[in-house]
């Protein structure tokens, strides 16, 4: 268990519609980090937050966004769903920088199926 | 950009030997790390070990080791006494540039399915 909580494990939505993945990091850890796994293909970077703030963007679609909020859980926003957006996401969360390896502890992921 | 390559798309190992799955990184930063990560058909993201660009021994952690060749810019994941329980997909990472006290964001290379054979 890496102590990061991810919510729904599971989601079959339609085309069109908007849903909300949440994320619970680790204890003490302040920054959170949203990937996404299609199919066979390994994990893009989406957005990473730190204490709040956006820290760093990575490939993410206009229709998608996220924030993260004052007790340090996130949510990642998926709007107008397409086919294509089906797929693993994947948040993470890490401690300060000078504190250990550096390395990112993931959660299980929320399987989205667009139908 | 950084970039994290990894040419293997599929490889297979007998029980109880030993493999090397392949990972080359560019990147014009001279402080990185590098980390090896395992994704079991189950789909969770297990880490395995991590490598600094500037350690001066390469990195081992049980059964795992990375071959560092920083000229290369190769970090190879060495996996000894192959078990079953090792089929998974590998994937090489770089960490991005840190900033203002947080860690940055890691770039994964495509992965790597290992199949164990009895």
């Known amino acids: 268990d890496s102590g990061v909580t991810q919510t729904p494990k599971h989601l079959i939505t339609a085309t069109g519609q908007r849903v909300t993945l949440r994320c619970s990091p680790r204890?003490?850890?302040?920054?959170v980090y949203w990937y996404q796994q299609s199919l066979d293909q390994g994990l893009q970077f989406l957005i990473q937050y730190y204490n709040g703030e956006e820290r760093a963007k990575g490939n993410i679609l206009e229709r998608f966004s996220a924030q993260q909020f004052p007790d340090l859980h996130s949510e990642l926003n998926l709007s107008s769903l397409e086919l294509g957006d089906s797929a693993l996401y994947f948040c993470a969360s890490s401690t300060r920088t000078g504190s250990g390896t550096g390395e990112l502890f993931f959660g299980e992921g929320s399987r989205l199926t667009v139908l | 950009a950084q970039k994290i390559t990894q040419t293997q798309p599929g490889m297979f190992v007998q029980e109880k030997e030993a493999v090397t799955l392949d990972c080359t990184y560019d990147t014009s930063d001279p402080s990185y790390g590098l980390f090896w990560y395992k994704q079991p058909s189950s789909g969770e993201m297990i880490f395995l070990i991590y490598q600094g660009s500037y350690d001066q021994q390469n990195a081992t952690e049980g059964r795992y080791s990375l071959n560092f060749q920083k000229a290369r810019k190769s970090a190879n994941l060495v996996i000894s006494a192959s078990q079953l329980g090792d089929s998974a997909m590998y994937f090489c990472a770089m960490r991005e540039v840190n900033y203002g006290g947080s860690q940055g964001n890691l770039i994964f290379g495509k992965g790597t399915k290992l199949s164990v054979k009895p």
């Open positions: 204890s003490g850890d302040l920054s």
